[in-house]
């Protein structure tokens, strides 16, 4: 190596610790998936971005989740987060407490169209914004 650089060489380590190591998202989902296809989808979706070693840490810990719980239980649990859009791990593992992962995915709504759009999560309709309403209200009282 030139003076001043560094280089670590992977193959110094002793072979049990190849996994801590060689921490990389990719190897990280790598794991995940073969835990199970919803797990591994939960990472994927964890580690997207430009800047997914910043999550690491949560990819670490869904793996850890399931040398406790078990693969087939977190397979439930991140099946139930992915169905509510919740990236967080934390949550994942409040899922595993309370048993949530055993009930499954609640049932949607009856009617359709009370649905909403994909990316209005927390969309107010046009008539929270209409401030006439609520002049109106405002000045009969």
């Given at each position: 190596m030139p003076r001043g650089s560094r280089h670590t060489d992977q193959d110094d380590y002793p072979q049990e610790l190849t996994g801590y190591t060689t921490r990389t998202p990719d190897r990280l989902i790598q794991q995940a998936t073969a835990l199970g296809e919803q797990i591994g989808t939960f990472a994927r979706q964890l580690l997207a971005g430009e800047l997914p070693w910043v999550k690491l840490r949560q990819?670490?810990?869904l793996l850890r989740l399931a040398d406790r719980y078990g693969a087939d239980r977190l397979e439930?649990?991140?099946a139930r987060a992915l169905g509510f859009d919740?990236?967080?791990?934390?949550r994942v593992e409040r899922i595993?407490?309370?048993a949530l992962d055993r009930e499954g995915l609640p049932?949607?709504?009856l009617d359709e169209r009370l649905r909403p759009l994909p990316g209005t999560r927390f969309?107010?309709?046009g008539s929270a914004f209409d401030q006439r309403q609520q002049r109106g209200t405002e000045e009969r009282s």
């Amino acid at each position: 190596m030139p003076r001043g650089s560094r280089h670590t060489d992977q193959d110094d380590y002793p072979q049990e610790l190849t996994g801590y190591t060689t921490r990389t998202p990719d190897r990280l989902i790598q794991q995940a998936t073969a835990l199970g296809e919803q797990i591994g989808t939960f990472a994927r979706q964890l580690l997207a971005g430009e800047l997914p070693w910043v999550k690491l840490r949560q990819g670490q810990k869904l793996l850890r989740l399931a040398d406790r719980y078990g693969a087939d239980r977190l397979e439930g649990a991140c099946a139930r987060a992915l169905g509510f859009d919740l990236l967080d791990v934390r949550r994942v593992e409040r899922i595993l407490l309370q048993a949530l992962d055993r009930e499954g995915l609640p049932t949607p709504p009856l009617d359709e169209r009370l649905r909403p759009l994909p990316g209005t999560r927390f969309a107010r309709p046009g008539s929270a914004f209409d401030q006439r309403q609520q002049r109106g209200t405002e000045e009969r009282s």
